[in-house]
T-cell receptor, first 112, second 111 residues
Framework: DVKVTQSSRYLVKRTGEKVFLECVQD?????MFWYRQDPGLGLRLIYF???????EKGDIPEGYSVSREKKERFSLILESASTNQTSMYLC???FGQGHGYTFGSGTRLTVV | GDSVTQMEGPVTLSEEAFLTINCTYT??????LFWYVQYPGEGLQLLLK?????DKGSNKGFEATYRKETTSFHLEKGSVQVSDSAVYFC??????????FGAGTILRVKS
């Protein structure tokens, strides 16, 4: 069964910490995405990547960065966590244009 | 820019009732349209999709028809079950393989 695996289901971090959220897919997909999900706002795109070492800003990239050193792994980095980054973070991957995404189970991050 | 508008929830139904969740979109071209479902504590799963006007996507008893003239992609099911309780997201994909999501609609089905 194909999978997108996010390393943590729940995380609690302190304000100002550097936070790494890891995502691994086993489907050989070119495209990978990071979204955050907040009640009433749906899913908002933070960053995406169409290839190794390639990254593009989404709609809300401020306060985040990403790394894609290998095709199967796409990491989201919160450079200095703040309380307004408390959210559910969802990673997804896709084969390409017109194809749906496969999502991970999500990481619920709380910044205190 | 592209956007998706869904009916606000929560929608509360009794088991075996008919379900409609409205979805309309704004796009400059001819997007592909999707419905995703999120069960409690899980990530999103693709439920169905349609890639061109008048296409009907279907899966697990759910259906949605791509209506270009009304820019809509309403989700329907003839008889809901308690196990259908979840959050449903409508989404479109126009350029660059990027999905744009609606805010989501919570469905609660009572036995």
């Amino acid at each position: 069964d194909v999978k997108v695996t996010q390393s943590s289901r729940y995380l609690v971090k302190r304000t100002g910490e550097k936070v790494f959220l890891e995502c691994v897919q086993d489907m050989d997909h070119e495209n990978m995405f990071w979204y955050r999900q907040d009640p009433g706002l749906g899913l908002r795109l933070i960053y995406f990547s169409y290839d190794v070492k390639m990254k593009e800003k989404g709609d809300i990239p401020e306060g985040y960065s990403v790394s894609r050193e290998k095709k199967e792994r796409f990491s989201l980095i919160l450079e200095s966590a703040s309380t307004n980054q408390t959210s559910m973070y969802l990673c997804a991957s896709s084969f390409g244009q017109g194809h749906g995404y496969t999502f991970g189970s999500g990481t619920r991050l709380t910044v205190v | 820019g592209d956007s998706v508008t869904q009916m606000e929830g929560p929608v509360t139904l009794s088991e075996e009732a008919f379900l409609t969740i409205n979805c309309t979109y704004t796009a400059t071209g001819y997007p592909s349209l999707f419905w995703y479902v999120q069960y409690p504590g899980e990530g999103l799963q693709l439920l169905l999709k349609a890639t061109k006007a008048d296409d009907k996507g279907s899966n697990k008893g759910f259906e949605a028809t791509y209506r270009k003239e009304t820019t809509s992609f309403h989700l329907e099911k003839g008889s809901v079950q308690v196990s259908d309780s979840a959050v449903y997201f409508c989404a479109l994909m126009e350029y660059g393989n990027k999905l744009v999501f609606g805010a989501g609609t919570i469905l609660r089905v009572k036995s």
